[in-house]
């Protein structure tokens, strides 16, 4: 049995010597890399937290010790050591959770996986034990240097400096990167402690001089090395900046030395205080692959050859991500006023290319998506039209900027959002499905759900053009899939996919589900149920010819892969109201609640957004007479339709 095997809990690493726990640390990244290549997931980030969380769960006593991973994508580790050592379905349905989930173990306290949040967390809970009586438990916030771009990391240290008398430890994961290379300027100053030479020689020649002594001499130089702290803040200037803030400062620490961080962190344990111990780590240690892997090493990766790192089933086919990436380019080339704005992202967002291209034209703000849209309201009133790229699952962190900063001073700044509706794989709070609900509310902001890559770059187009007031580009995650073409496009930029003489359902697709409709219109053509199905393209405002068409059909169905509450289909139903049409609308979209882990066509299966499920429906409410359709049905006589149009 190796000695991963043994460990069913963080108290089985107490039995444990520092040769074993070397072993078991070399243990767990072999099985991070054979485990996460065959379902992918977030590789690098664990494999530069191993030494880290085990000496976390070796001086702290987890769930009565209270830890918290700030994003929490780099907590493999953790689940390994509490108990969760079945990866066969990591991020599938049915398996583990790729972030922390308290469903899962009461190891686990923050499910969020949204960045700079994690200190705050931590304030509050260490504020809670020590108001009811519980001032003995600790509370170790795991938080990386990325967050620190976040405005409510500084928020939160702010209030934790407030009040001393905490057990609170915040452990700085330091490797220099969130995705990509963290930018900004404490970027620069933690990237000055990292390569200052006093720093790296001191470290270097120490290491070398007890090195020579053998086995002991190494145990001996490792005891010592989470002491030198004091002596190494004299090189780094990093306690001035702590101590400013009223908060202790342990570091830098060797992070992938297992003595020092143990010997730091119990430090910090003993003191009675805020602590903060910053531990320099390498994104994608002891893996060949992660390390020569410049881009993000392979912060996040899909299934994977173990022994090279080249992707199992690579794709020819373009992604929407892809899609935007390279029309921008062509935008910017052509209109100067168009800046790239993002928050951390450069490369997920496909922003990249944009910067290779006109790299003083695009802004890499870090983890602070409040500041990058209040930031883009000012470029457009510098006479610039920028162009805000981010997940839309992170503009729900944004919606006051978006609403007081860009809406109401009707600025020209273009919102793109990857990864909209259903993402899948990475779970609740990453799923992009409230956009649609909150951004619609804000006054003449216009949005755009391309269907295929077609509308993708027309549509694109179109929003960079409206310099007046916010536009949105919202499209989903993965391959673009199928084009569409209309059989026409009606004046104001409705495209009719499919139309039918007989008026009886008209079917409105938001975006991707465009698919989706219209094999729900052969479904129902197949029955004798007419169907008409249009893509408004810009779905805020609603077309008026979306409101004609609804005049001319029985009924009206609307497929989003938002929120259901206050989504487009609602909206439809409202200006149909307003404008006097009384047919009656079904709203398909999702349901409001925190949607699990799984692919894309699972979670549309489980919340009933498959293209059998609404035809289903939709036959039903015909034969139970929900609709007046006159003429005879398939296996219908005309006496059967008599009786289905009586009253009941």
Request: no cysteine; hydrophobic share 40%; charged share 20%.
């Amino acid at each position: 049995m190796s000695l991963l095997e043994k460990i069913t809990g963080p108290r089985d690493l107490d039995a444990l010597s520092p040769g074993e726990l070397v072993d078991l640390a070399a243990e767990i990244r072999q099985f991070l890399v054979t485990e996460v290549s065959k379902t992918g997931g977030h590789l690098g980030p664990n494999l530069g937290v191993v030494e880290l969380t085990l000496a976390i769960h070796r001086v702290f006593d987890s769930p009565r010790d209270a830890i918290v991973f700030d994003t929490g994508h780099q907590t493999y580790v953790h689940k390994l050591l509490t108990g969760r050592q079945d990866f066969s379905k990591l991020r599938l349905e049915g398996g583990l959770a790729g972030y922390p989930q308290r469903s899962e173990s009461p190891h686990d306290i923050v499910e969020s996986s949204h960045a700079s949040s994690s200190l705050s967390w931590a304030d509050g809970i260490s504020r809670a034990f020590t108001m009811t009586g519980q001032a003995d438990r600790h509370v170790v916030a795991v938080v990386g240097d990325g967050s620190l771009t976040g405005g409510m990391t500084w928020e939160a240290l702010n209030n934790i400096s407030d009040d001393n008398s905490r057990n609170l430890v915040i452990v700085v994961n330091d490797n220099g990167r969130s995705y990509a290379p963290t930018i900004g300027g404490m970027a620069h100053f933690l990237n000055d402690v990292r390569t200052r030479s006093s720093y790296r020689q001191l470290h270097r020649t120490s290491e070398q001089l007890f090195g020579k002594f053998g086995h002991p001499g190494r145990a001996l130089y490792r005891g010592i090395r989470g002491g030198t702290h004091g002596f190494l803040s004299r090189f780094t200037n990093n306690e001035a900046l702590y101590s400013n803030l009223d908060i202790k400062y342990i570091g830098p620490i060797h992070g992938h030395d297992l003595v020092a961080m143990q010997a730091a962190l119990q430090q910090a344990k003993n003191y009675g205080a805020p602590v903060i111990v910053h531990a320099i780590t390498e994104k994608g240690r002891g893996y060949q692959p992660a390390l020569a892997d410049t881009a993000d090493q392979f912060h996040a990766v899909g299934q994977i050859d173990p022994e090279t790192g080249e992707p199992i089933e690579a794709t020819s086919k373009p992604s929407w991500t892809s899609v935007f990436s390279n029309e921008i380019v062509d935008i910017a080339a052509e209109n100067p006023k168009i800046v790239g704005i993002t928050a951390a992202m450069l490369r997920p967002t496909g922003l990249h290319k944009f910067a290779e291209r006109f790299p003083s034209r695009v802004l890499d703000v870090g983890i602070a998506e409040q500041h990058a849209v209040t930031s883009a309201a000012g470029l457009a009133f510098g006479g610039l039209h920028p162009v805000v790229a981010m997940y839309a699952t992170f503009v729900n962190r944004a919606f006051d900027q978006v609403l007081m900063d860009v809406g109401l001073h009707k600025a020209g700044v273009t919102f793109v959002l990857d990864r909209a509706g259903v993402t899948g794989p990475d779970g609740p709070s990453h799923h992009g499905m409230w956009d649609l609900a909150l951004l619609q509310v804000i006054p003449n902001i216009r949005i755009a759900a391309p269907r295929d890559a077609v509308r993708l770059r027309e549509e694109l187009r179109e929003a960079v053009a409206v310099d007046d007031g916010p536009t949105v580009v919202r499209f989903s995650k993965g391959d673009v899939g199928t084009e569409f073409d209309a059989e026409r496009r009606t004046a104001d930029g409705v495209d009719v996919l499919r139309e039918s003489d007989d008026k009886d359902v008209l079917i409105i697709t938001v975006g991707p589900m465009a698919k989706i409709g219209l094999q729900v219109a052969e479904r129902l053509a197949a029955q004798g149920i007419g169907a008409t199905v249009i893509d408004p393209r810009w779905v805020v405002p609603v077309p008026a010819s979306v409101v004609d068409f609804a005049a001319e059909h029985r009924i009206v169905v609307s497929i989003e892969d938002g929120v259901r509450v206050a989504g487009i289909g609602t909206r439809i139903r409202q200006d149909l109201r307003a404008a006097g049409v009384d047919t009656a609308v079904t709203e398909l979209g999702l349901p409001d609640e925190f949607l699990d882990h799984g692919t894309r066509d699972q979670i549309l299966a489980r919340v009933g957004l498959t293209p059998q499920d609404i035809a289903r429906d939709l036959v039903s409410q015909v034969l139970g007479s929900k609709i007046p359709i006159a003429r005879p049905l398939p296996h219908e006589s005309e006496v059967d339709v008599r009786l289905r149009q009586e009253p009941s």
